[in-house]
């Protein structure tokens, strides 16, 4: 049985590559997190599918500038990428550019979850922003735009982490393995994170005014998205519909 699914996995991981060689971002995604759901139904490791070669923790740097980060709005694209990594078994690390003013998301991950949080990370940014272009379009109260903006990109970031959080609670409820093997993995990480990182502080944070109805809005339509990306998962969809 155990090397029927090897199998399967070994072909999703070909699939994945394939696709990752032609640009199918979306494709290639979905195919990693196929195969991270497998591993974890069937309580297998990568070490086990690649024929006990380890595989390593590597780091990805992405630039704030691509994904909707700004100065006084960026906040929520921290929340957001930091939720996407706690629950595909990575870490996010904020850093700054020669200039202090572009701002780097260090990503920590294993590779076949690194894809997933990059294809998530950069999904889910633009169809917030997308969302909150929609909403002050229909808003007919009193907020300024940047109030309601702020407003309503943190509430939908915050609408989706809590989905993502009652799917991990949910593959840990149906399969009591998954809950040690986020702590195994989840000290992989960290580990790596402190190798990289030395003198990591963290961030204190931020508070700047934001409208508490667009906050409201914002949080329903973030629970709307349909987005099945559990512990390790991904989107096994491939897309994301609201």
């Not at 997190?33 to 070490?47: C, F, G, S, T």
């Not at 780091?59 to 100065?71: A, E, F, M, R, V």
């Not at 920590?108 to 272009?133: H, P, R």
Request: proline share 0%; hydrophobic share 35%; aromatic share 6%.
């Amino acid at each position: 049985m155990e090397e029927k699914i090897l199998e399967k996995i070994q072909k999703l991981i070909a699939l994945q590559e394939d696709a990752k060689d032609k640009g199918s971002l979306e494709e290639s995604a979905n195919a990693a997190a196929k195969v991270q759901a497998l591993l974890l139904k069937h309580n297998l490791d990568m070490e086990q599918v690649n024929g006990h070669s380890k595989e390593e923790v590597i780091l990805k740097t992405i630039s704030g500038k691509g994904i909707g980060w700004n100065k006084r709005q960026g906040k929520w694209v921290h929340s957001l990428y930091n939720g996407i990594c706690t629950h595909n078994f990575g870490k996010l690390v904020l850093g700054t550019g020669w200039d202090k003013e572009e701002v780097k998301l260090h990503i920590m991950a294993e590779k076949s979850n690194l894809e997933v949080i990059e294809y998530l990370g950069y999904t889910l940014t633009q169809k917030i922003l997308n969302l909150q272009s929609i909403a002050w379009r229909k808003y007919s109260g009193s907020d300024l735009k940047g109030t309601f903006r702020r407003g309503y990109l943190q509430g939908a970031t915050l609408g989706i982490l809590s989905k993502l959080r009652e799917q991990r609670e949910a593959a840990i409820e149906a399969n009591d393995q998954v809950a040690g093997l986020v702590l195994v993995k989840s000290k992989k990480v960290e580990e790596f994170t402190e190798e990289q990182f030395p003198n990591l502080r963290k961030d204190k944070g931020s508070s700047t005014k934001a409208s508490d109805a667009a906050i409201g809005m914002g949080f329903r339509d973030g629970r709307a998205q349909d987005i099945n990306a559990g512990v390790g998962q991904g989107t096994a969809k491939g897309e994301l519909n609201g």
